[in-house]
């Protein structure tokens, strides 16, 4: 009978217990990523048209203008400041449990001004022709609606604050920004709106409801009014 003893034989897992395993680490990963590389965002109003509609689902890159750590992660990491034209999702600072979508076009430290709606940077006009949406309303001088929408057209001069921005929306008549409730403070950006990733036909109405059936009945629709052209539509 022999003296040397047997090593002993390491406990093997149970295949449940490898896939509770599995499970928390990609609950780890996905929380991880939601928290701080991206997040998704779905555009519930017009006020981006014609470049992001209604039913528009997108994906949010939250690491580009987070805070760095220093020039190694810097160099590491794809950051950087915010620019002008930039479209970036944010706190709406009149209620911050809300995300509004806008494009950034005013920085730090420069004059803020739209002329017969033209905007106008430091007194010079700012090329929009890529983006910018206006309605036609059709309305004639006598109308009574004319100078409430008129009135749209002008705006400022304003200087933007260090450690804000100014920010409209590219459906220039029908958004709700800079122009109403003020500057956006920095910090509150969330980060920048990257793609869609998936859209379907929608109106802002249906996109409202509340309901429990409502909802899973239009889920249930939306598949069927998805717009394929829309898929991985980069946002410039």
Not at 74 to 94: A, I, N, S, T
Request: hydrophobic share 40%; aromatic share 12%.
């Amino acid at each position: 009978m022999s003296d040397t003893a047997q090593a002993p034989v390491p406990a093997k897992k149970s295949v449940a217990r490898e896939y509770l395993e599995s499970v928390v680490v990609a609950v780890i990963l996905a929380l991880f990523i939601r928290t701080f590389v991206v997040q998704a965002f779905k555009i519930p109003t017009g006020s981006m048209e014609t470049n992001l509609l209604i039913g528009d689902h997108l994906l949010v890159n939250k690491l580009v203008y987070s805070p760095s750590a220093g020039a190694f992660e810097d160099w590491l990491l794809p950051k950087r400041q915010v620019k002008r034209g930039d479209v970036v999702v944010f706190k709406y600072p009149e209620d911050p449990a809300r995300d509004f979508i806008k494009r950034v076009i005013g920085l730090p430290g420069e004059s803020v001004e739209i002329r017969d709606k033209t905007v106008l940077i430091d007194g010079k006009p700012l090329d929009e022709a890529g983006y910018v949406h206006f309605l036609d309303f059709g309305l004639r001088p006598e109308d009574p609606e004319y100078g409430l929408r008129e009135g749209r057209a002008g705006f400022g001069p304003v200087t933007v604050p260090e450690g804000q921005l100014f920010v409209l929306g590219d459906n220039r008549d029908n958004s709700k920004d800079s122009r109403y409730w003020g500057f956006l403070p920095r910090d509150q950006v969330k980060g920048r709106a990257l793609l869609v990733y998936w859209s379907y036909e929608a109106s802002r109405e249906e996109y409202h409801r509340t309901g429990v059936v409502d909802w899973l009945r239009d889920t249930a629709q939306s598949f069927g009014k998805t717009r394929w052209n829309r898929f991985f539509h980069l946002i410039r």
